[in-house]
């Protein structure tokens, strides 16, 4: 199949912007809890008409403080609260807001600032305030910034004080569906990141589409209230729809500002959310510790028995949902039913007891962790996009997911794969171009279809997998064409390893370097009577290697000889945001990691 259509669920709004929905929600039901608020320690619940009150009253400080409408407004901050309060202010007068992460350089933070003309930013903490501070003198435009964690949120209510309601809400009533709604950033793996210009429209028809698509995920019956842990960044685009998602679609949302499991995983078992949307990196994590704690244990005999009836049980029913098998026979639901109470249970209370769905996307999921984890009694729906196409543009149906694919386009949505396999979308999510570009350069190639990059194949029911990236093609000097996605993913599948690059451009033969997972090699040698030891020391441990080539060897499966990795290099450390060799979403930056590794790269092929 070469393309692949899904209708549209409804048409777009023909008036407003996204804050409207806060006036509504606060009309509507004024005592509904929309937030819960992480004060000293403990969740406080805010309601529509309190978060209401706050959109409004930080709205009037920015006006008093001097933004206007299509004033272009920066925030770099961590997940939290006031970024979702700040957002809907700057909404509600027809301000453009402009996410930066919080980990960004003060050289990546001059050059969006300055290529989107912002003029007032609100940051959380003072390294950010330094960070700003050691470029203004080359941000003419800036004039204002505020600061979180100094009370910037009391400051502009305190700065509004007596500007009237209506000022505000005529700013509101001017805000049209086509007005623009922010500028996200590439993360840019090569080059300057490039500003995606996305409108009200495009975030309402992708919000809208998903809660609607994906009712059993975002599902908002008042006897089952729904609710969500948000710890993505706000500076991701798949973090923001999450967070529009959740407003309009009257779903509970808290914040955790870090994507680290071992911070997370305690805050999800206090706030117990009825869904997560989540990149793969932490259910492999929660997946990766229930192990390790069943190894402790010594019940990894019956873990993995476990796990074996997991899969099995889900590849039954995902057959019978698709007319091929006719679901789990009476012995394999016994065993599932046994398992669910003495395993399953145990990893669903690892991520607070009450989720049943959730959605993964930043990267491809292995489809043996999704069908385990919907035997477990967690769906997770695989997803795709990009910050240009508004977070998703296909995912899996919950009522016939494929595992192992990121499912079919969403209602609205045209995939279509070129004749050189690259992935076209055209969509109601498809931004309005890169800002600072030529409109007729805005949507490519032509008549409002977004080219990916991306490689994928559509099979025939319209379910997309992702091969690859067409600049990530890797050619040997030998001319054949080797995609590395596929490799470095099951590599990654072994729970030793953290990270894994392919690499061979222009050379004999594929070789890769190896990270390895500190909490993971801890595990390991005390399960093997050994003294702790950090990974910098073990990268000439033969036990060790003999692990990892398991992981390269598992990997070569998938490809012809002349694809597989023939020889690897095992590294004293991981590659972080820090170094710059992994982008805000974690993705590897590999033209930094060649370079900065070129010593070890030259050494793979040097025998």
Not at 123 to 136: F, W
Not at 239 to 262: E, T
Not at 303 to 318: H, I, M, N, P, W
Request: contains cysteine; hydrophobic residues 40%.
């Amino acid at each position: 199949m070469r393309e692949f259509t899904q209708p549209p669920l409804a048409s777009a709004p023909p008036v407003g912007g996204l804050a409207d929905v806060v006036f509504e929600r606060a009309e509507e039901d004024p005592a509904r809890i929309a937030f819960a608020r992480k004060v000293g320690g403990r969740w406080l619940d805010v309601t529509a008409a309190r978060f209401r009150d706050e959109v409004v009253a930080v709205a009037k400080g920015f006006l008093a403080q001097g933004v206007r409408f299509g004033d272009r407004v920066a925030i770099m901050s961590r997940t939290r609260y006031e970024w979702t309060l700040f957002d809907f202010a700057l909404w509600t007068i027809g301000a453009q807001v402009v996410p930066v992460y919080a980990t960004s350089s003060a050289d990546q933070v001059l050059w969006m600032l300055h290529d989107a003309e912002v003029v007032a930013c609100v940051v959380e903490h003072e390294d950010h305030a330094m960070t700003i501070g050691s470029v203004v003198d080359r941000l003419p435009r800036l004039r204002r910034i505020w600061q979180l964690d100094a009370g910037a949120e009391t400051e502009l209510t305190e700065a509004g004080a007596l500007v009237d309601d209506d000022v505000v809400h005529r700013h509101r009533r001017a805000v049209t569906p086509d007005s623009v709604a922010t500028i996200i950033y590439t993360s840019g793996t090569t080059g300057r990141p490039k500003g995606c210009v996305i409108s009200h429209a495009n975030f309402m028809f992708e919000a809208d589409t998903m809660t609607g698509r994906w009712e059993p995920v975002f599902q908002t019956r008042r006897d089952a209230e729904a609710s969500t842990l948000l710890f993505l960044p706000l500076a991701h685009v798949f973090g923001r729809m999450v967070q529009i998602a959740a407003v309009r679609g009257g779903v509970k949302l808290g914040h955790q500002p870090q994507l680290n499991a071992a911070v997370l995983l305690p805050d999800l078992a206090v706030f117990r959310p009825t869904f997560v949307l989540a990149v793969p990196y932490i259910f492999e994590k929660i997946y990766h510790g229930a192990r390790r704690k069943a190894e402790l244990e010594g019940k990894e005999g019956p873990f993995d028995k476990a796990v074996d009836v997991a899969v099995r049980y889900a590849q039954a029913l995902e057959q019978k949902a698709f007319g091929t098998g006719p679901g789990p026979s009476a012995n394999l639901r016994l065993q599932h039913q046994f398992f669910d109470k003495v395993v399953y249970s145990k990893v669903r209370e690892a991520v607070g007891g009450r989720v049943r769905h959730a959605m993964s996307g930043g990267s491809g999921m292995d489809r043996r962790l999704g069908l385990f984890y919907a035997g477990a009694g967690i769906s997770i729906y695989e997803g795709y996009g990009l910050t240009e196409t508004t977070a998703a543009a296909a995912a899996n149906p919950p009522e016939r997911t494929r595992y192992g694919t990121v499912g079919q386009a969403i209602p609205g949505t045209t995939v279509r794969i070129a004749d050189d396999g690259e992935v076209w979308v055209h969509g109601g999510h498809v931004f309005q171009g890169y800002l600072n570009t030529p409109r007729s350069a805005r949507t490519a190639p032509h008549d409002g279809w977004f080219a990916t990059g991306d490689l994928g194949v559509l099979d025939e029911d319209g379910y997309l997998t992702i091969t690859g990236r067409k600049k990530e093609i890797l050619v040997t000097s030998s001319g054949k064409s080797v995609s590395p996605g596929r490799l470095e993913e099951r590599v990654r599948d072994h729970p030793l390893v953290a990270q894994c690059i392919v690499v061979g451009n222009d050379r004999p033969y594929i070789s890769a370097l190896i990270t390895l997972d500190a909490e993971a090699i801890e595990h390991w040698l005390a399960m093997r009577g050994k003294p702790y030891a950090k990974p910098a020391s073990l990268v000439r441990d033969p036990d060790l290697e003999v692990e990892v080539r398991r992981a390269v060897v598992a990997a070569n499966t998938l490809v012809s000889q002349a694809e597989s990795i023939r020889t690897f290099r095992i590294l004293a450390r991981q590659f972080t945001e820090e170094q710059g060799l992994l982008t805000p979403s974690l993705k590897l930056k590999r033209r930094a990691i060649e370079e900065a590794y070129s010593a070890e790269v030259d050494a793979l092929y040097q025998h």
